[in-house]
């Protein structure tokens, strides 16, 4: 393994963004991801232990309270961490081309991309391959709903609630309603918010 090999995935693996030419990253960092999604996507309902054993391979930590529905994609899988129960729904995509973060109680509704890279905005270094890439941190008991979009460098404070379809491109505090694109915060949770206990049916 060359040297350029290593400092390519130690760049990668680190907590800094940074910039790089997509072209200068080795095809063999995703390989191990590409087959483990394909295989865990092929799984039936109920081969709950399979699941389990592939996620242990692909993700850099997660535990045995870990749910994802296929179909699932990421990049490279090591730099991804779980650390507690989350639920991960249908069609969830997650560039982890830096390392994302997941604290426990997460709820993460169908077809939430959570994205660190990105592209430059200039287009001529776009077209050479230049692109951007910067961690993202979701702390405990988050809920994202369905189709939002997470980008690099952002974190999501514990307890937040992300509304259906946004766009987060800059951090949310916690115990905030926040919705929108580009996502802005709409209030703090209130004790209001929770549901009576006479009116949960089962």
């Known amino acids: 393994m060359s040297s350029r090999y290593l400092d390519v995935e130690n760049v990668i693996r680190g907590q800094e963004g940074y ?10 960092l995703k390989r191990n991801a590409q087959k483990l999604c394909w295989e865990y996507n092929q799984t039936g309902p109920f081969e709950t232990e399979k699941r389990k054993e592939i996620l242990q391979k692909l993700l ?13 994609r990421c990049d490279y899988g090591f730099n991804i961490f779980i650390h507690g129960l989350a639920v991960i729904n249908y069609n969830c995509v997650i560039l982890d081309t830096s390392p994302v973060n997941l604290g426990e109680n997460i709820f993460i509704a169908p077809g939430v991309c959570i994205a660190c890279a990105g592209h430059s905005i200039d287009p001529t270094q776009r ?3 230049i692109s951007t890439s910067k961690p993202i941190v979701i702390e405990r008991d988050v809920w994202i709903g369905a189709n939002a979009v997470i980008c690099g460098g952002v974190t999501i404070g ?3 609630v992300i509304g259906a379809g946004s766009v987060v491109n800059k951090d949310i505090p916690p115990m905030s309603v926040a919705a929108g694109t580009p996502c802005r915060v709409i209030r703090k949770i209130r004790e209001s918010d929770k549901i009576k206990p006479e009116d949960i049916r089962f």
Do not use: M, R, W, Y
Not at 19 to 28: A, G, K
Not at 60 to 72: A, H, M, Q, V, Y
């Open 19 to 28: 910039n790089s030419n997509n072209l200068h990253v080795p095809p063999e």
């Open 60 to 72: 850099g930590k997660c535990t045995d309270l870990t749910f994802i529905e296929p179909s699932f």
């Open 127 to 129: 077209a050479e391959g």
């Open 158 to 160: 514990q307890g937040s």
